[in-house]
């Protein structure tokens, strides 16, 4: 499958990043002319993913954080967040609803969010070593949309 | 994140402004928990109308006042949200919880 367009960004795990990574992801998918409720789909799962490396990859410091955007030659959009932090022991015990090891803050549904308003969710971690989520969704083509310009 | 607190007679209103992520989530949680002990109401509602984003950390700041508002036994009513918040609350149950209504604008037909 081609990439038709692809952009990366790297910033420290700080809080007031996260409004900052949900309006550049936002910026990067505009080029697919999605509906509102996509791109705040697609907002919500970055805020989510984007926490979770400030939060639990890097609880008691403050490391990088990754992302790719790439926009694939049949509207799909795929967002990867990477970190070099703490890593997840179990993958399925931390995408259970509810938990979580973050304390009375925190709610526990990230994963389950970026499950449900992406298409797809992948993750892989080793612990002490890092985590990569990857998510894809696939933004419908409306007649008369401007996603046909995107190739430019 | 602008929180607006209006008290009437035994009803507490909270607004609630701006966006509520985990940057903005802490001061408001500790803000709006503040006020509940403060004020002790007999029914609490929380205004999301000028919420304009909502993910999972404002769901830990409805559970925590839910709690409170329950040990108070009194009422809890979430209002005016948006769509996109909506979605956030259904997908973490808390509308089968709790009265979650929507802005007018929004209404999802049946």
């Known amino acids: ?152 | 994140m602008r929180i607006i607190a209006k008290r009437n007679g035994g009803e507490l209103l909270i607004l609630l402004e701006g966006e509520l992520d985990h940057h903005s989530a802490k001061n408001a949680i500790k803000e709006t928990g503040k006020l509940i002990d403060t004020e002790l109401p007999m029914r609490l509602t929380l205004d999301f109308g000028a919420l304009t984003f909502m993910d999972s950390s404002g769901i830990a700041l409805i559970i925590g006042a839910y709690k409170r508002i329950n040990a108070l036994g009194g009422a809890f009513f979430v209002t005016n949200v948006s769509k996109q918040v909506y979605k956030v609350l259904s997908a973490a149950g808390i509308t089968n919880l709790l009265s979650v209504s929507q802005k007018d604008e929004f209404l999802i037909k049946k």
Not at chain 1, 9 to 26: H, I, K, Q
């Open chain 1, 1 to 152: 499958m081609n990439i038709i367009n692809e952009v990366a960004l790297t910033f420290p795990s700080r809080s007031a990043n996260e409004g900052y990574a949900r309006a550049a992801v936002s910026a990067f998918a505009a080029q697919l002319d999605p509906t509102l409720e996509e791109i705040n789909d697609i907002k919500t799962a970055v805020s989510e993913g984007v926490t979770n490396c400030i939060v639990h990859a890097y609880p008691d410091c403050v490391g990088k954080i990754y992302i790719r955007l790439r926009i694939f030659e049949d509207n799909t959009l795929e967002i990867v967040i990477r970190d070099r932090g703490r890593g997840i022991s179990d993958i399925e015990q931390a995408k259970a609803p509810m938990f979580t090891t973050g304390g009375e803050e925190r709610s526990g549904m990230g994963f389950t969010i970026m499950e449900s308003f992406m298409d797809k969710l992948k993750i892989r971690s080793k612990s002490g070593h890092g985590t990569i989520v990857t998510m894809r969704k696939r933004i419908s083509m409306r007649v008369g949309g401007m996603a046909r310009d995107r190739h430019n």
